[in-house]
């Protein structure tokens, strides 16, 4: 067991860490150009806030929380979704007291207690947006466009968009309602699950996977029959700016999203191809959150994709081994004295930029040429004790096999003029 990993934990290995690297960095850059700041709060927080604010009839709540009393008799919970933390932090610091809107963006791991299967975890990684502050129509156009661009960015495919609206606290008991009434009478045609739901939050059985369950939903009540006039306007003000901003959506009327903060807007990236985890990206809207978690009548709006199933629509696109960082230039020295030299040459050469590795334990040309093309460099520099004697550099290209000799004090100017494109 002390070399076996918990189920449903990955370890993300060094020929793994770069496709990481780059999906983190198009969030952070996409973060940047819409005028968002990151917020990092605690993997773990009091347990009440996440019954409180995922609520307690969700499955999450129910079924998939690393939940544990303390050493102070306190019951803590592994944090399994970014928005109640970031509530809780904008309601703590009293953020709601400034300038609206607060605009934060999040990374990092969560934990949910579920069957481990391809694209999720029972620890995942999330990267988030929430937006507090604003009830215009025009910040739930924003949150979307800001993940689609991401996704877009990282170079997913095939995308769709799927829209629906949830209502709020003054027409969701009417819709609950008509479900109940629809739903009583074919309750034993129902799974066990949303029989147990049925009474409780009969909203989720709209959401259920399950063959019987999906055929029953289809001819369900829709809530856009149930919407009150607030809603209803919020929505064709939506849809509005969305096809201003040239972005195409489809009605999903059985998108309810799986938790009960949401308000108004729900929506989801579905990304084809991946089979069943084909949704990459999901959020809506939570005017009532603030409010519930202690803080005033603040409105807010957020998303969330995991990473893990960024990552699985990524590989199957690209092929394996795509996410393998790459190499431009292999140190190979043969020597001891050339080999010191060659360290001096390297550092100055990666305070350049250069992504540069090297050879040791005084192996063979060949050995080092066949590592060399193990990381996939493009580039070897050879460094003899011939050559270092005439103060020059081997410079061999491995994609072409051209090489030539380079004064060796010419090697920075060389990376320069490589870096840029100008170099041969």
Known sequence: MLTQRPRGMHDILPQEASLWHEIEEAARRICARYGFSEVRTPILEHTELFQRGVGENTDIVEKEMYTFNDRGGRSMTLRPEGTAGAVRAYVEHKFYGGPQPVKWFYLGPMFRYERPQAGRQRQFHQFGVEVFGVADPAVDAEVIALGLDF?????????????????????????????????????????????????????????????TCK??????????????????????????????????????????????????????????????????????????????????????????????????????????????????VFGIALGDEASVELTGWLRRLRALGCRAERGFEGKSLKAQLKAADRLGARWALILGEEERRRGVVIVKDLTGGEQRELPALELESWWKETEHGTGR
């Open 151 to 211: 996704v877009e960015d990282i170079g997913l495919k095939g995308l769709r968009l799927e829209l629906n609206s949830v209502g709020c606290s003054q027409c969701r008991p009417v819709y609950r309602e008509r479900l109940l009434a629809y739903y009583r009478p074919l309750r034993e045609q129902l799974c066990e699950d949303c029989q147990d739901r049925l009474e409780r939050n009969p909203l989720r059985l709209l959401d259920c996977k399950r063959e």
């Open 215 to 328: 055929a029953l939903a289809q001819r369900a009540p829709r809530i856009g029959e149930a919407l009150c006039d607030e809603c209803r306007a919020h929505d064709e003000g939506l849809h509005r700016h969305l096809d201003a901003a040239g972005i195409a959506y489809e009605i999903n009327p059985r998108l309810v999203r799986g938790l009960d903060y949401y308000t108004r807007t729900a929506f989801e990236v579905v990304e084809e191809g991946i089979g069943a985890q084909g949704t990459v990206l999901g959020g809506g809207r939570y005017n009532g959150l603030v409010e519930e978690l202690g803080g005033p009548s603040v409105p807010g709006i957020g998303f969330a994709a995991g990473l893990e199933r960024l990552i699985l629509a990524l590989e199957q696109r690209r092929g394996e081994g795509a996410s393998e960082a790459g190499v431009d």
